[in-house]
């Protein structure tokens, strides 16, 4: 009876679906939607960044 219940939760731990693989593709498609949105503001707002550094920086010198 023993080696019955062994099999048994055996069997059931077997049938489980395994979530590891899924929790990295769900990462992977975080980390590209970041990605994308942040090349897409710097591509939009890039030059502008540059531009208020730069007078940040002069400021401090000046």
């Known amino acids: 009876?023993?080696?019955?219940?062994?099999?048994?939760a055996a069997?059931?731990?077997?049938?489980?679906p395994r979530e590891d693989g899924q929790t990295v593709i769900e990462y992977a498609l975080i980390v590209a939607a970041v990605s994308i949105v942040l090349m897409a503001a710097l591509l939009g707002f890039g030059q502008a960044a540059i531009g208020?550094?730069?007078?940040a920086?002069?400021?401090?010198?000046?």
């Open 52 to 55: 208020w550094a730069q007078s």
């Open 1 to 8: 009876m023993r080696n019955l219940t062994l099999k048994a």
């Open 11 to 16: 069997w059931k731990q077997t049938r489980q």
């Open 57 to 62: 920086v002069d400021g401090f010198i000046s």
